[in-house]
């Protein structure tokens, strides 16, 4: 827009050239103070052609709002003054009969030119500034689209470097395995144009959502999966829903365009004839060329998505860990790393990581210096147990014992697996016992006990506890939705999903804080003893929530937010309230 432009009419000098106008005047004065206060004013402001971001234009409007408040109102206020001048004079010209009409007509063409100068000003301020609101919603809308593309290019990057890097890692393993070795399992997402395999000793839902965000523009996805093995001197993919009709030739192509190698693969399903690519070889020497490719990239290495990639696959054995003989170690290590982590300090995070599956293999009997036999160390736990649980009366009594007792079958075979889910059985004991110890006090003395003494503060821990564990669950069910949108195959297996999530939110029932404020806070030890027994009952209802329903113990450390902390937390602050109680 171009700048104000100043009335000639309003220049003084032109005013006392006026015939019939007094060489000195209030007009004039007037005029003059109109003249300065233009001049105050920013023309550059009203100039916008040259901005091109959001920022700058939002600079601009700010600029030009207090000079709505400054210079414009000052020049606006001058203006009413020179017309306000110059009808005085108008009125006191037209009383003198020998006056010349030359000067009426001047005062009468100051008064329309001030008064239309004002309405000038800040319509012009006023336009500007509604063409730049339009320019800035424009600029931000494509700055947010740009970032959020830049952003997807860069996760992008990242996923395609890890899932590469995992591929070429996978074929050599495979080349080089022996009979009884673990399975080298595969996920493959075939698209009209495009072919992306993602390799590794597990595959899951979180690989299905890397892949597909790595086949942008490929719609109606088809996902298999399988083992792969070294047969026939080629690497020989099968599944059960392996296509036929020219899948081992694309499935080449897509190994080559993602590791730069061309593999002699064969694919097939369990039981049928094999097809295979054109040619290929083992890609051990490519395999030299990729890892020469990496050590000269590794000084800026991509640790943030290893990190998180690495950490994912990690979740399951450290959920596990966690209820074994080396629990407390790893949470201290666990809750360590993701302070390191949380400050993008993801060589330090990474070197903890390492620390934590050294821990999980040494607490799983793995053969280290100071292994500890997993068996053993259940047997300590549960013989610490034994006296609780017989101590434990009535119907708490029955279900303790007999958990203690499926505990001890389990881990009667000494096995990984069975040790792992009798810890589990441990953990369930002791959260029962510890939500249940003060109700049976209280029965027989009387009082509500040690809560008398327990801090008020507890009620608003709890409800802030509750809180967080509503929230991370309610993320979790928008993550799925998120994740699924575009699978209209997966609908109604994500709507059911989320819905027993919000079913599972709905169960951590509101109201124990109160009650446990109302406790707390109460001085009549009778008084005091009937509302702990209240409180004690929903938070027996809550605990068993929280230590039976299978789904609570899928959260923590899930795949799709593998940082959620849901269970743990909520446990510990049970048993606290559990103590205060009584």
């Not at 889910?421 to 049976?440: H, P, R, Y």
Request: hydrophobic share 40%; glycine share 10%.
């Amino acid at each position: 827009m171009a700048g104000l432009s100043y009335p000639s009419v309003l220049v003084p000098e032109n005013w006392n050239k006026q015939k019939g106008v007094p060489p000195k005047s209030p007009v004039a004065d007037a005029l003059a103070d109109l003249k300065k206060a233009h001049a105050g004013i920013d023309n550059r402001l009203l100039e916008t052609g040259k901005l091109k971001t959001a920022e700058g234009v939002q600079e601009r409007i700010d600029e030009l709002n207090t000079e709505l408040k400054k210079s414009v109102k000052a020049a606006v206020d001058a203006a009413k003054d020179a017309v306000t001048a110059a009808k005085k004079a108008e009125g006191e010209y037209k009383k003198q009969k020998d006056n010349p009409k030359e000067a009426s007509a001047a005062a009468a063409a100051v008064i329309k030119a001030a008064g239309s100068y004002g309405d000038d000003v800040v319509g012009a301020v006023q336009s500007t500034l509604a063409e730049l609101a339009t320019r800035l919603a424009k600029l931000e809308a494509e700055e947010k689209k740009n970032a959020k593309d830049d952003k997807d290019d860069e996760a992008e990057t990242a996923d395609e470097k890890f899932v590469r890097n995992r591929v070429v890692s996978a074929m050599k393993i495979v080349k080089a395995a022996k009979a009884g070795a673990k399975p080298m399992l595969f996920m493959i997402g075939m698209g009209k144009t495009h072919v992306m395999p993602y390799m590794w000793y597990s595959v899951g839902g979180s690989h299905r959502t890397m892949l597909t965000r790595l086949m942008p523009g490929e719609s109606g996805i088809k996902f298999f999966k399988g083992e792969c093995i070294w047969e026939e001197k080629a690497f020989t993919f099968i599944g059960e829903t392996i296509p036929t009709g020219g899948f081992a030739k694309k499935l080449q192509k897509g190994l080559q365009e993602l590791t730069n190698i061309k593999y002699r693969v064969r694919s097939r399903r369990p039981e049928g004839d094999a097809e295979e690519g054109e040619g290929g070889g083992d890609g051990e020497d490519e395999q030299q060329q990729v890892a020469a490719a990496d050590a000269a990239a590794k000084n800026k290495p991509d640790q943030g998505a290893d990190f998180n990639h690495r950490l994912a696959e990690l979740q399951p054995q450290i959920r596990e860990g966690l209820a074994g003989p080396r629990g407390a170690d790893i949470k201290n290590l666990v809750a360590t790393m993701g302070q390191r982590a949380q400050k993008k300090d993801f060589e330090t995070a990474l070197k903890q990581l390492d620390e934590i599956k050294a821990l999980l293999r040494s607490a799983a009997g793995a053969e280290q210096p100071g292994g500890v036999d997993p068996a053993k160390a259940f047997n300590a736990r549960l013989g610490a147990l034994v006296p609780k649980v017989k101590a434990a009366g009535g119907e708490l009594g029955k279900q303790v014992t007999t958990l203690a007792a499926q505990a001890g079958q389990l881990a009667g075979d000494k096995s990984k697996d069975g040790v792992t889910k009798a810890n589990a059985l441990l953990d369930k004991i002791e959260t029962m016992l510890g939500a249940a110890a003060g109700a049976k006090a209280a029965a027989q003395s009387g009082d509500a006990g040690a809560g008398s003494a327990a801090s008020p503060k507890l009620a608003s821990e709890w409800a802030s506890a509750r809180k967080d564990a509503v929230d991370g669950i309610e993320a979790l069910a928008k993550k799925i939705q998120e994740e699924y949108r575009d699978e209209v195959d997966q609908k109604a297996q994500v709507a059911v999903a989320v819905g027993k999530l919000r079913t599972l939110s709905g169960k951590l029932q509101d109201g124990l804080d109160k009650q446990l404020g109302a406790a707390l806070a109460e001085s009549d030890p009778a008084k005091r003893a009937a509302l702990a027994r209240t409180a004690k009952a929903t938070l027996a209802s809550i605990a068993k929530v929280v230590v039976e329903d299978p789904l609570m113990a899928e959260l923590d450390g899930n795949e799709l937010l593998p940082d959620l902390k849901i269970v743990a937390p909520l446990k510990a602050k049970l048993r606290e309230i559990a103590t205060a109680l009584g």
